[in-house]
């Protein structure tokens, strides 16, 4: 019998048609970050056991905005921008497990179908949408990353807007924010194929970059604002009081993560 290959579905023969490659996978990108309080009990309803609220900010929220480009090891994706391009928005709030503080995404739509698959993998909950953010360029209309540069952006998804943001830099920052800035705490989620027997796969996971460098942070100011839809809860997030706002260019290396504990552990 002929073996199939292929670091994800579909398994062929050849492994070419494989969705994702196998990791390690490269970034570049474009980070539009929104810091922001919201009430506690909102952020701790989004958290399963054995996670609990941050001991210090528990209602603090980030909300990002990402233009990337990525590929694997080999780089082959670049040449091909249509399998490296893709951009995403998503919802990071700050927990605690054993001890340690940990970001953890709650939300975030994609683009692509690879991005999705890639999340499936690490334990983030993405979701098809539209979004859309100011590039900065040295020439030209566009902003450059400099004092009072503003830049917008939005997120869809199934034809309602979400989110929409202007970011307005004022200085030079030595962070990129305090939300998304811990090793992630994520599940991986699986029902099992039998009706009533819960789930296949269920493991909780710490992630994150194997590799990071970055440019300059800028810190500003943000309008922002988050809108209802019938199938989408990021609302429920809703703004209590504004706390900075970032922008970023990044280069990242993702290369696995370590499983903190499975549903089978936590049953004994």
Sequence with gaps: ?????????????????????????????????????????????????????????????????????????????????VLSQYKEAFAVVR???????????????VDKDFAIARGLHQGYPKKLGSIHQTRPHPYGPAPRIEAGARFGATLAAADRRLAHTVVTLREPSETNGFVNAHPMAHHRWLPSIEKGKGLALDELIESGAASFEAGQAWRGDAELELFEAP??????????????????????VWDGGRLLESGTSRAE
């Design 1 to 81: 019998m002929t073996p199939v290959r292929g670091f994800f579905s579909p398994k062929t023969a050849s492994g070419a048609s494989s969705l994702i490659p196998s990791p390690p996978w490269r970034y570049s990108g474009d980070l539009l970050t929104v810091e922001y309080r919201t009430d506690p009990a909102r952020v701790r309803e989004l958290l399963p056991e054995p996670l609990e609220l941050a001991d210090e900010d528990p209602g603090a929220v980030a909300l990002i905005w990402a233009d990337w480009q990525s590929c694997s090891a080999s780089g082959a994706e670049l040449l091909d921008p």
């Design 95 to 109: 927990c605690r497990y054993r001890g340690q503080t940990y970001s953890r995404c709650v939300y975030i739509w």
């Design 231 to 252: 199938t989408e809860e990021l609302a429920r997030l809703e703004i209590r009081e504004p706390i900075a706002a970032y922008y970023r260019q990044v280069g990242v």
